[in-house]
């Protein structure tokens, strides 16, 4: 069965500081990749999508995830963190059935001024 | 510009009372999800549907019952309710399956509290 991982469920960095919120996938097929954030007390929006084509794939708000098949990793990175940037951050790839991503358990991000 | 709307957004229900979750769309998309969030466990599958009339289980299923007579509306329904239903329920659509890279669109959460 294919699963997500997100090492750390909190993570912490300065202002201005380089941001890296880690996920690493299991899956026997090249899957689709997915990064989400949820600000607080708001629904989850879509950060970044893989689809097979370029593997450094760039998002909203300054984000950017490197597809790693070697790895089987897809971590997160913005070089420099704003306050703005606050908010739990969720990992996804699709699963085996047509309709059902497979999420790992989030990453919550603090930004410290 | 409304795109998924729940209601209500807050609830406390006492344990064996009943109670529906409304999730309406206005983007025309064929895919419905509901997803139920606890703390430290991501979002978990409860029910999902691939078009009008259709429903099926996802990964957390039992003790919830859903409908989706129309394509724009899915609803959630929890029969006799239990306190390990407290938590976060996140109704969400897609215009295509994801394994088309059809992408999330979520509604703002419905907070369901039983006592």
């Known amino acids: 069965a294919q699963s997500v991982t997100q090492l750390g469920s909190h993570v912490s960095v300065s202002e201005g500081a380089l941001v890296l919120l880690r996920c690493n996938y299991s899956?026997?097929?090249?899957?689709?990749l997915f990064w989400y954030v949820q600000y607080p007390n708001q629904g989850l929006q879509l950060l970044l999508k893989y689809t097979s084509a370029a593997t450094l794939v760039k998002g909203i708000n300054g984000f950017e995830a490197e597809f790693k098949k070697s790895e089987t990793s897809f971590h997160l990175t913005k070089p420099s963190a704003h306050m703005s940037d606050a908010a739990e951050y969720f990992c996804?790839?699709?699963?085996?059935?047509?309709?059902?991503?497979?999420w790992g358990a989030g990453t919550k991000l603090i930004i410290k001024p | 510009n409304a795109g998924v709307t729940q209601t209500p957004k807050f609830r406390v229900l006492k344990t064996g009372q009943s109670m529906t979750l409304l999730c309406a769309q206005d983007m025309n998309h064929e895919y419905m999800y509901w997803y139920r969030q606890d703390p430290g466990m991501g979002l978990r599958l409860i029910h999902y549907?691939?078009?009008?009339?259709?429903?099926a289980k996802g990964e957390v299923p039992d003790g919830y019952n859903v409908s989706r007579l129309k394509k724009q509306n899915f609803l959630l329904g929890l029969e006799s309710a239990a306190p390990s239903q407290t938590s976060v329920y996140f109704c969400a659509s897609s215009p295509t399956s994801p394994k088309n890279t059809g992408e999330l669109f979520f509604g703002e959460g419905s907070r369901l509290t039983v006592l």
């Open positions: 549907s691939v078009g009008e009339g259709t429903t």
């Open positions: 899956s026997s097929v090249p899957p689709y």
């Open positions: 996804a790839v699709s699963g085996d059935s047509n309709y059902q991503l497979i």
